[in-house]
């Protein structure tokens, strides 16, 4: 079987890739280079699709408006909030998991469940929950003598309440992966720890945090990446409204007003490239900072 | 070592109380979907309804068409699933076994798609699916998904495993390299197919941005737009909502009862997510 490339074979493998690369090319690929031209379309007729006028105005747009700022905002502070304590969280539930109890199969299905489960379906759940005056965890805060919290309704507790929601959400599938990196790890490192007399918090900090940064590295990327991207949750649990008065207003759900809801495809596409930036940057960040600190083994 | 740090009663303890915290959600929102008005809205609350009203369920089924729903969310998931095992089948055999011109470059810039979120591609999506008259269509809903550059990555990562004897000893043996693909390395590949596959339901049930946006008409929504329309439709009666929820999360989660193994290997292996 021939190893170098022929025109006969090029000719083969178009047809096998034919349907992939058509489906791909129109829906993947044509239009991450249309959204660009569309967010230098300052003035576009959607109906006729016909562009009057090109130009950066939209990006100049963007940056003067004060929603935008607030949407960046609030989706920096939406990630910090879930991803630290997302991670922190699932590693110790990994941890606990990896002790070899018995039914560890039976809380690794329990955990996991959220993530099979429709965002939206949950979203609308967890608002039940958080009902300010038959809600549970208002019930469960009164037995500590604690008021009744607005949680869907005060834009002091809104962000609280998305955060809350998404670490449950996103935590079985942290956990997944923690446990696969845990069992990756040779056991003759701890026993090599045990023999030199070393704690299991010792153990924890030489061998396991050091070995799991790969992972950890995998994990944070991931989460920081899907936090800036967070629409689902906030348009269920706030019934279609980003939060009272904007207070859970994020990137994407600010480009689904300005497109969806005002038609702006422009300004839209202009806000739909700086999140691209903003993730693309995250993502090489976290590839130099990754690089220095992270033990590959 | 959390083994020496922890008793064995504690790491219990601790995995229990966060079980519970895991599972109250969803405990919670099939005993509300089953309780009277006046139970659902008691305080201190009634966990377990004094007696079940499946009542709930037919009367949001009369308020908003879920059964309607329920097929289009059926017919969306498993067309596109079907679609892209079948892209994903031909491309990565393509890039794993036939040696072509520019196969490296064509590989890396699709790779390259995939650090774009596909919250960007959403408006230009959106009006070249105008422009071709496919807005509020299951073409619309199907279509854009049926390939995947991470589907044929992994499926091509498999195919690399495929010893290339194989292929030698089924081409003496006159088999087409077709017929090869799909009576030899599609059933070696049936595992990492299954992951792909399951995975692919579970996003495609519960996708909610892109259907919402190209649908229009009631009698296209799937299971999760439907759910969110119907949180105007339900007023403030948590009993339906809950019963509606039900009827959302309930056949993913017997799904993921049926084929856990499955799901959770895979996810561990490819660390895929949304």
């Not at chain 1, 034919?18 to 993947?28: D, G, M, Q, S």
């Not at chain 1, 935008?68 to 990994?94: C, D, H, Q, R």
């Not at chain 1, 805060?141 to 809350?164: E, H, N, Q, Y």
């Amino acid at each position: 079987m021939p190893t170098q490339p022929t025109w006969k074979n090029t000719l083969k493998a178009c047809l096998y890739l034919l349907p992939a690369l058509v489906i791909l090319i129109t829906f993947n690929l044509y239009p991450i280079m249309k959204s660009f031209f569309i967010s230098l379309y300052t003035d576009y007729d959607f109906f006729n699709d016909v562009v009057y006028e090109y130009g950066f105005g939209n990006f100049a747009k963007l940056f003067q408006d004060p929603n935008f700022s607030k949407a960046m905002l609030n989706t920096i502070i939406f990630v910090i909030g879930v991803v630290p304590s997302s991670i922190v969280l699932s590693l110790a539930i990994a941890l606990l998991l990896n002790t070899k109890i018995k039914m560890m199969g039976f809380f690794r299905t329990i955990y996991f469940l959220p993530f099979v489960t429709s965002v939206v379906a949950v979203a609308i759940v967890w608002g039940w929950i958080f009902h300010s005056d038959y809600g549970l965890i208002n019930y469960f805060l009164s037995w500590f003598g604690i008021d009744p919290v607005k949680w869907i309704t005060d834009p002091v507790f809104a962000m609280p309440a998305l955060i809350i929601l998404s670490i449950w959400k996103g935590l079985g599938f942290n956990i997944i992966i923690f446990l696969a990196g845990l069992q990756n790890i040779d056991k003759q490192y701890y026993l090599a720890a045990k023999v030199d007399g070393a704690s299991a918090w010792n153990r924890f900090k030489s061998v396991t945090l050091p070995l799991l940064s790969p992972t950890m590295f995998f994990i944070s990327i991931i989460s920081i990446i899907n936090g800036f991207k967070v629409f689902d949750e906030i348009f269920a649990l706030f019934n279609g409204r980003p939060g009272p008065a904007n207070s859970t207003l994020t990137v994407v759900y600010y480009v689904y007003q300005k497109f969806y809801e005002e038609w702006q495809f422009g300004l839209a596409s202009a806000a739909a490239f700086v999140l691209f930036l903003v993730v693309f940057l995250f993502t090489v960040v976290q590839l130099i900072i990754g690089k220095r600190f992270v033990h590959y083994h | 070592m959390a083994k020496e740090a922890l008793s064995k009663g504690t790491i219990y303890l601790l995995l229990t109380l966060g079980a519970v915290f895991m599972v109250l959600p969803f405990l919670w929102m099939i005993s509300s979907s089953l309780k009277s008005p006046n139970e659902v809205m008691a305080m201190p609350p009634v966990w377990i309804p004094s007696q079940l009203n499946w009542d709930n369920y037919s009367e949001a089924l009369r308020i908003a068409p879920f059964d309607k729903y329920f097929i289009n969310s059926v017919i969306v998931t498993v067309l596109s699933t079907i679609g892209e095992l079948l892209t994903t089948i031909l491309a990565a055999y393509a890039f794993a076994r036939i040696y072509f011109y520019g196969r490296e470059i064509v590989f890396a810039v699709l790779l390259g798609t995939m650090m774009v979120p596909s919250e960007v591609l959403l408006i230009p999506n959106f009006v070249t699916l105008s422009n071709l008259g496919w807005i509020d269509s299951y073409k619309a809903l199907i279509i854009p998904w049926t390939a995947s550059v991470f589907a044929i990555f992994l499926l091509r990562q498999f195919f690399f495993g495929v010893p290339k004897e194989l292929s030698y000893a089924a081409k003496v043996d006159g088999c087409s390299e077709f017929r090869f693909l799909w009576y030899v390395m599609v059933p070696l590949a049936k595992p990492a197919l299954i992951t792909i596959a399951l995975l692919k339901v579970i996003n495609s049930w519960n996708a909610f941005l892109w259907p919402l946006i190209v649908t229009n008409s009631q009698e296209m929504r799937t299971l999760p737009v439907g759910l969110s329309a119907f949180t105007t439709e339900a007023g403030i009666k948590y009993e339906l909502l809950m019963a509606a929820s039900s009827m959302v999360v309930l056949p993913m989660l017997i799904l993921f009862f049926i084929m856990q193994k499955y799901i959770v290997a895979g996810v561990a292996r490819t660390g895929l997510k949304g």
